[in-house]
């Protein structure tokens, strides 16, 4: 009997790193003397995070060390889908990053179109946020994840449950 070995294709990224680099942005926000007295504030909600603060340089800012405290947590900057910046009460500005998580039906198709053209043993399909990709042999599925990487996605993708 032959055995298929497969793994998910998805778009996800680690909540409670998010949560500790959201507190590390704020504590360091609270430390440096050029963001102290902004009154600045960054809310994480379940699908956002609320960047409140006193200037579009101010804001600038805080994106750089969102970004690098990201990055050093191991969270994919593509998770960030920055949205525009508004102006709030008493020339203040405000702006709402949208959290990225699962493979829309247009990218999931893109993937799963590049698996079928380059790979003729490897079988896939689209299940819900998710890609799965099949194969009787386990270099088949190492062979497809390495080209994956090297593709320039705008999501980022992770490969769950190999086996």
Known sequence: MASTYSFDIVS??????????????????????????????????????TINTDSEFTLDSVHNILREKAAKRNLSQKIFDFGKVDSASGNRVRQEITLKKGISQEIAKQISKLIRDEFKKVQVSIQGDAVRVSAKDKDDLQTVIQRLKQEDYPVALQFTNYR
């Open 12 to 49: 996800d990224f680690d909540r409670q790193e998010l949560v500790n680099t959201i507190d590390q942005v704020v504590r360091d926000i609270k430390g440096r003397y050029d963001l102290k007295d902004t009154q600045t504030t960054v809310e994480l909600s379940e699908q956002t995070i």
